[in-house]
């Protein structure tokens, strides 16, 4: 399995927008579902949105709705976090994986796989 690569990530102000992306192998994107995971400092990694790759169905953590779109583009096997009203707390580095078990929704680390190895994410107030 060829690891996932994000990008998009950035230093921005607060409320601004930033768009990350990833870009996965056939291999890895040929799974039930894709997820975006952020750490920050000192943190445990936590789900943020997820959606089944074979449908437009999505799951957003409470702290990220109404700010935050998860989208795939199935034929360049692509996940994308778009961000607005990005406040400080978002700050953190940002990974996406690949979920093969039936535990999509929430997105919880353990049943994600094949991670990338992240994109950091800061936002100053």
């Known amino acids: 399995q060829v690891q996932p690569v994000e990008s998009g990530g950035g230093s921005v102000q607060a409320g601004g927008s930033l768009r990350l992306s990833c870009a996965a192998s056939?291999?890895?994107?040929?799974?039930?579902?894709m997820g975006w995971f952020r750490q920050a400092p000192g943190k445990e990694r936590e789900g943020v949105a997820a959606?089944?790759?074979?449908?437009?169905?999505?799951y957003y953590t409470d702290s990220v709705k109404g700010r935050f779109t998860i989208s795939q583009d199935n034929a360049k096997n692509t996940l994308y976090l778009q961000m607005h009203s990005l406040k400080p707390e978002d700050t953190a580095m940002y990974y996406c994986?690949?979920?093969?078990?039936?535990?999509?929704?929430?997105?919880?680390?353990?049943?994600?796989?094949?991670w990338g190895q992240g994109t950091q994410v800061t936002v100053s107030s």
């Open positions: 959606i089944l790759t074979g449908s437009d169905s999505t």
């Open positions: 994986a690949a979920g093969r078990s039936v535990y999509c929704f929430p997105p919880t680390p353990r049943y994600y796989n094949t």
């Open positions: 056939a291999y890895t994107y040929s799974t039930r579902c």
